[in-house]
């Protein structure tokens, strides 16, 4: 097995496109299947099997390895998603994109304002599980960094 389960790229185009290649260098002649995922749900796969000549010329296999897939219509999102695409073999992802609540392309601010909201609310679920794990064995310790504004569970041995 190679040491490089997958090479790939991906592009979204100006017309909503995904766009991309998938290549694995230990089974040159294998077409991988591309999935693309709102969350965990996957919604639409396609073999990787389009002329890629920039990646032919490159040297990897013969170049039929390319794909294009669609990006979810607005209908297909549960407001806020993460959208990934994925070769099915490994798991790897090829591509990200971040859509908001209306359906559009999240800015990087609306990206790190959900993000820490979902940090917050890690932080309150460990909070409340540190009142109910049982401490008699000493093997559970809640820490808090006042520093930093960071609480964690510690697990000692």
Request: glycine share 8%; with cysteine; proline share 5%.
């Amino acid at each position: 097995m190679s040491a490089v389960p997958c090479l790939s790229q991906s592009t979204i185009s100006t017309d909503g496109k995904w766009e991309g290649w998938c290549w694995y260098p230990d089974r040159p002649e294998e077409r991988a299947v591309v999935e693309v995922f709102v969350g965990a749900r996957s919604i639409r796969a396609v073999r990787a099997a389009r002329l890629r000549t920039d990646v032919r010329d490159l040297g990897m296999g013969d170049g039929y390895c390319g794909f294009q897939l669609p990006l979810p219509a607005k209908d297909q999102l549960p407001g806020y998603a993460i959208v990934e695409v994925r070769e099915r073999r490994f798991g790897r992802v090829i591509g990200r994109v971040v859509f908001g609540e209306d359906g559009t392309r999240a800015t990087k601010e609306l990206r790190l304002t959900s993000a820490a909201t979902a940090l917050d609310g890690a932080d309150a679920a460990l909070a409340k599980l540190s009142t109910t794990l049982p401490m008699r064995s000493a093997r559970w310790k809640f820490c808090s960094n006042a520093s930093s504004s960071s609480r964690y569970l510690l697990l000692t041995p």
